[in-house]
């Protein structure tokens, strides 16, 4: 099993719904949750960074960590084509979300429709 | 603010040859620099960590000696790929970290080594 799973997709779906993306981990020392956003060919851009369990909300972005559940999730609402990229999980167990190397998960690729 | 490049974007090489990638953190000094590679389809994967001044630490399976990290300043990094095989043509990709919040990542560097 690996440590983070993430179906890479495609998920395709139309302009304005509400997009759910979704990550399952294994080992419980992760305490550290982000979430980002990669273009074609370009590094992944920080879109949400959470610790612990709760919702954490950014404008049209909702992150939330189940940690009971060792399961994550990101909500986008009114999904805009630009928002058509792929999106990875990453998590960390160190004492500083970003002091210690990121596991990822594959990355879900999403599409919106116009 | 938190702005990460890389350099060159992309490269090409013969068999055999050695490549440099830099990476450098251009508004904040990053105490720790991390560098993954990317494979098609797949997920980042964490090669090293390296903090200013020190030894880099390598994940296990990378070649310390293939892939030689220098971190001579809180604002450069560099990646040498040793003798590069077509095997090693990937998606290398640093992060820098100032000690608050999360992992910035750079636009990332696509190699091919012929």
């Known amino acids: 099993q690996k440590e983070v799973e993430q179906d890479p997709g495609p998920l395709s779906v139309p302009e304005g719904a509400i997009v759910s993306l979704n990550c399952t981990y294994s080992n419980s020392a992760f305490q550290y949750f982000m979430w980002y956003r990669q273009y074609s060919r370009k590094g992944p851009e920080l879109l949400m960074y959470?610790?612990?369990?709760g919702n954490k909300e950014d404008g049209r972005f909702t992150a939330q960590v189940d940690k009971s559940s060792k399961y994550i999730s990101l909500f986008i609402r009114d999904s805009q084509p630009s928002d058509s990229a792929t999106y990875l999980c990453a998590m960390s167990a160190g004492s500083g979300g970003g002091a210690d190397g990121l596991t990822f998960g594959k990355g879900t690729h999403l599409i919106i429709q116009p | 603010g938190a702005v990460v490049s890389q350099h060159p974007s992309w490269v090409i090489c013969k068999s055999g040859t050695s490549v440099k990638i830099e990476c450098r953190s251009l508004?904040?000094?990053?105490?720790?620099m991390f560098w993954y590679r990317q494979f098609p389809k797949q997920s980042l994967m964490l090669m090293a960590t390296s903090n200013e001044g020190s030894k880099a630490t390598y994940e296990q399976g990378v070649e310390k000696d293939k892939f030689l990290i220098n971190h001579a300043s809180l604002t450069l990094s560099t990646l040498t790929v040793t003798s590069a095989h077509p095997e090693d043509s990937s998606f290398y990709i640093c992060?820098?970290?100032?000690?608050?919040?999360?992992?910035?990542f750079g636009p990332g560097t696509r190699l091919l080594v012929l």
């Open positions: 992060s820098a970290y100032s000690g608050r919040e999360t992992q910035y």
């Open positions: 508004d904040f000094q990053a105490t720790t």
């Open positions: 959470t610790y612990s369990s």
